[in-house]
């Protein structure tokens, strides 16, 4: 951590002092995320409750040429919420209203409103925001939009930025502008809004963002479908993707990784290439479409197919969003050096799947990891 001090004593003269945080014990809660990145403490944490308070700390921090990072559920694994220069850390978390309006099928929130949480608020109203993250215990709209975030059901419902429809933002010198309108269809004007989503804080801070939600879906079924080979797992994802259903969620395991959840999980997964499935309809129809799944992994080989009952679905997804965490954990004296999305068009996967890995140093456990179990 550097030493290089800023002085921030001019904070409190432009928030209430107890939302303003020196002590370093404090700072060090906000010199990391939880990837692998060096931390680096702040010179200060700002704890935001609403847009005046961050407007009136940026043109603070503007005038005195004072870096600020933003910062909100702080589960990136990128680094970005690291105050790499020092100075302050804005936090928006504090900032978690929510106003549903259940008509227009809209969530008005604040930026520091927790993934999980926003979905049992809309729980009631049959309505969730959809993109789905591993992480939505800890994650937030304002670190969501920042990195346009997307997980499980992004295959079916897209990404955080198909969801944003308006967004407040604050500018670096303290002013409040607004972007997008909170409607479906509008042509008139610059899609700026599109520019601050994924733009991990660098253009400003979000204070508020209009997200549009989906229905629930009323049935929902899934299965686990094993495959002999990485390969045949590949073609299955192709031959499900080219068929005339949409899952709501596909996601592949490796055999190494279901070991891995089995050792430190008892996640009771198949030892082999495997698929988890899930389809969303409106109707028990979607019981149908589970046997057009069903071919499309029989026709590329699937030497099992397991479907899931309701709570069977959630134990399958609890163990895939424990795969990060699981192999953090699996050796104390090692970083996980690097952590990334595989970005092809799903007519490529297979090629993907196919691709020869770089020969690789076993470690000893990595050798007992490999071994069968009985
Ligand atoms: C176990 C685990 C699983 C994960 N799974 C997924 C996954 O499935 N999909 C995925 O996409 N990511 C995943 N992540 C990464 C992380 O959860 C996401 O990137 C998430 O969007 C970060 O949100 P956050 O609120 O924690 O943001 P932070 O970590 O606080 O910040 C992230 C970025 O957003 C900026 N920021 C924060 N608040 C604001 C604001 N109000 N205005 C402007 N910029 C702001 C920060 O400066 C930083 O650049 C996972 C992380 C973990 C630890």
């Not at 590329?300 to 709570?311: D, N, P, V």
Request: overall charge negative; charged content about 25%; aromatic content about 6%.
């Amino acid at each position: 951590m550097s030493s290089r001090f800023t002085d921030v004593s001019f904070l409190t003269d432009v928030v209430p002092e107890d939302q303003v945080e020196t002590d370093p014990d404090a700072l060090d809660a906000y010199a990391g995320d939880e990837g692998p990145h060096p931390a680096r403490r702040p010179d200060a944490v700002v704890h935001a409750h609403g847009t005046d308070d961050v407007s009136a700390v940026l043109a603070a921090c503007h005038d005195r040429d004072v870096p600020v990072t933003p910062r909100s559920g702080g589960s990136s694994i990128e680094g970005n919420p690291i105050p790499v220069a020092g100075g302050v850390v804005l936090d928006t978390y504090p900032m978690d209203d929510v106003d549903v309006r259940p008509a227009d099928r809209l969530a008005v929130t604040g930026p520091g409103v927790v993934y999980d949480d926003l979905n049992d608020h809309l729980a009631p109203y049959e309505l969730r925001f959809a993109p789905g993250i591993a992480a939505g215990n800890l994650a937030t709209v304002g670190g969501m939009i920042a990195n346009d975030a997307s997980g499980l059901n992004a295959v079916k419902y897209g990404v955080t930025a198909d969801h944003v429809r308006h967004l407040e933002v604050v500018l670096a010198d303290g002013s409040i502008i607004e972007f997008g309108r909170s409607v479906a269809k509008s042509a008139s004007g610059y899609r700026l809004k599109d520019v601050f989503v994924g733009s991990e804080g660098t253009l400003g801070v979000v204070t508020e963002a209009t997200l549009a939600l989906e229905p629930r879906p009323i049935e929902r079924r899934a299965a686990l479908a094993t495959f002999p080979t990485r390969e045949a797992a590949g073609d299955a994802v192709a031959n499900v993707m080219a068929g005339p259903l949409t899952p709501g969620a596909l996601e592949y395991l490796d055999s190494a990784a279901a070991r891995l959840l089995d050792e430190t999980n008892d996640a009771g997964l198949p030892d082999a290439p495997q698929l988890i499935v899930e389809l969303h309809g409106t109707n028990d129809g979607v019981a149908a479409d589970l046997d057009v799944v069903r071919d499309a992994c029989e026709d590329a080989g699937c030497t099992g197919f397991e479907t899931a009952t309701e709570a069977e679905i959630d134990r399958l997804w609890a163990a895939r969003r424990d795969v990060y965490p699981a192999a953090c954990d699996y050796r104390e004296d090692a970083t996980v050096a690097f952590i990334g999305d595989v970005v092809v068009p799903v007519s490529r996967y297979p090629d993907h799947r196919r691709a020869r890995r770089p020969a690789r140093r076993r470690t000893r456990r990595h050798r007992a990891l490999r071994r069968p179990r009985r």
